[in-house]
């Protein structure tokens, strides 16, 4: 059973950068997309990005020419480098598949931008 572990957040200030990290314990198929969703206080969990088995990464729009995401196989590992960090970034960041099934939610990872 594949258990996902996000890391890399922290606090921030406006206009400041972030790497998340996702480590998967158990193998993820390279063949599945996977995706890194944010959930703000009192919203619904949404995807922000997502990145295929060739590296290829689509975004959402708020995110856009902001966020990088990417993976790595070999390290059942994916990213997210996000920079010029806007205060309605403020959300717990999580990974799983894009597709879908999903898999177990992990517990996320806080992050905050504040002045």
């Known amino acids: 059973q594949v258990q996902l572990v996000e890391s890399g957040g922290g606090l921030v200030q406006p206009g400041g950068s972030l790497r998340l990290s996702c480590a998967a314990s158990?193998?993820?198929?390279?063949?599945?997309?996977m995706g890194w969703y944010r959930q703000a206080p009192g919203k619904q969990r949404l995807l922000v990005a997502s990145?295929?088995?060739?590296?290829?990464?689509y975004y959402s729009d708020s995110v856009k020419g902001r966020f990088t995401i990417s993976r790595d196989n070999a390290k059942n590992t994916v990213y997210l480098q996000m920079s010029s960090l806007k205060p309605e970034d403020t959300a717990v960041y999580y990974c799983?598949?894009?597709?879908?099934?999903?898999?177990?939610w992990g517990q996320g990872t806080q992050v905050t931008v504040s002045s």
């Open positions: 158990g193998s993820i198929s390279r063949f599945v997309v």
């Open positions: 799983n598949s894009a597709g879908a099934i999903r898999y177990a």
């Open positions: 990145v295929t088995s060739d590296g290829s990464g």
